[in-house]
């Protein structure tokens, strides 16, 4: 899929441990054939071994500098060892939803689709407009509304502002009325209101990334 962050820091800890261990054994240059570094045995690594959750995270921003965006890119590379989340870019693409359409869906709504029915959990982050969630998240949701695999669908929710209460609230009665299971415990608001982020910046960010991550082993915890 386009756009696929993925966590690969676990994936290149081990990878560059086992160089280290085949160095210091002085299998190196027995093995410098097949593995001519750490980061193509970690290319090599992460295909052979599928990883044990896919998560699904969805912005409700389609701003390119967007915090909400940028905090889910964060969360994609601080994921636990093991857990791959993928960012869906395809928001602003799906079509107006019109129930006529919902059993011949274009192949954007039916990638989005498959993409959440398929990932183990879904990681939400959307901001508040007009104190309400924006009309083109509500629209990817009201795609979903019709899937009989989504109810039960583990949710956890990042809110980016402290004062998109009303936004929150809003997200939580659609998502409750969609049947899907919210994990309490792993839904958090951080402040990154009114400055420019990005994922990097944010996992450099102790006081950010410290709550991100923990957040995530929460919901990864609680869905296994
Ligand atoms: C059209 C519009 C309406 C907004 N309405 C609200 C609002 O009702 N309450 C609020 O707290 N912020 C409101 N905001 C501010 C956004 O929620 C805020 O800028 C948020 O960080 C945007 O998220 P993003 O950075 O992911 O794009 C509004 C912004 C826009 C563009």
Not at 123 to 142: H, M, Q, S, W
Request: net charge neutral; with cysteine.
């Amino acid at each position: 899929m386009k756009g696929v962050i993925e966590s690969s820091l676990g994936w290149r800890r081990i990878c560059y441990q086992y160089a280290f261990r085949t160095c210091a054994k002085g299998q190196r240059s027995a093995g410098a054939g097949k593995f001519q570094s750490p980061d193509v045995l970690c290319i090599i690594l992460r295909m052979q071994i599928p990883p044990a959750l896919n998560l699904l995270a969805i912005s409700g921003s389609l701003r390119a500098n967007s915090t909400n965006t940028a905090l889910l890119g964060a969360a994609a590379l601080l994921a636990p060892e093991g857990v791959a989340i993928t960012v869906f870019e395809g928001l602003g693409a799906l079509p107006h939803f019109n129930p006529d359409h919902a059993d011949t869906p274009s192949p954007e709504v039916a990638a989005f689709v498959q993409a959440a029915v398929d990932a183990d959990g879904l990681v939400i982050a959307c901001p508040e407009y007009a104190r309400n969630i924006p009309g083109t998240f509500k629209n990817a949701l009201d795609w979903l509304v019709g899937s009989t695999q989504f109810p039960d669908k583990p949710v956890m929710l990042f809110n980016a502002s402290p004062r998109a209460s009303d936004a929150q609230a809003a997200l939580r009665l659609v998502l409750s009325t969609m049947s899907a299971r919210i994990v309490d415990d792993a839904c958090i608001t951080l402040d990154l209101l009114g400055r420019p982020w990005n994922a990097a910046a944010i996992v450099l960010d102790s006081r950010l990334a410290e709550p991100v991550r923990k957040a995530l082993a929460t919901f990864c915890n609680a869905i296994q």
